[in-house]
């Protein structure tokens, strides 16, 4: 499952760069979360980061992109393919 950034993001700043797919960007009003490279830290660390750090907790896990442990490191694999 992807994570997402609600409305209640206060644009800190601090979620970006923890992020280790690059995922996280400024979007039109606040930060956003690209889908395609989340993979909730799966392959990195043991929690995702941006939650970790976010001052409001306004960066929950998106109920619209449903996705399993598996399916998420085959997607931190595909990423890191990419990479090299």
Excluded at 6 to 18: H, K, L, R
Excluded at 54 to 79: F, G, N, T, W
Aim: proline share 8%.
């Amino acid at each position: 499952m992807s994570l997402m950034i609600t409305d209640e993001c206060i644009n800190c700043d601090v979620c970006e760069p923890e992020c280790p797919n690059n995922a996280i960007s400024q979007g039109e009003e606040i930060y956003q979360i690209d889908p395609d490279k989340c993979t909730e830290c799966v392959g990195h660390f043991d929690t995702p980061q941006c939650q970790e750090v976010c001052p409001v907790d306004c960066i929950p896990r998106d109920p619209d992109r449903v996705e399993s442990e598996d399916q998420l490191m085959a997607k931190y694999a595909i990423l890191m393919a990419a990479k090299k």
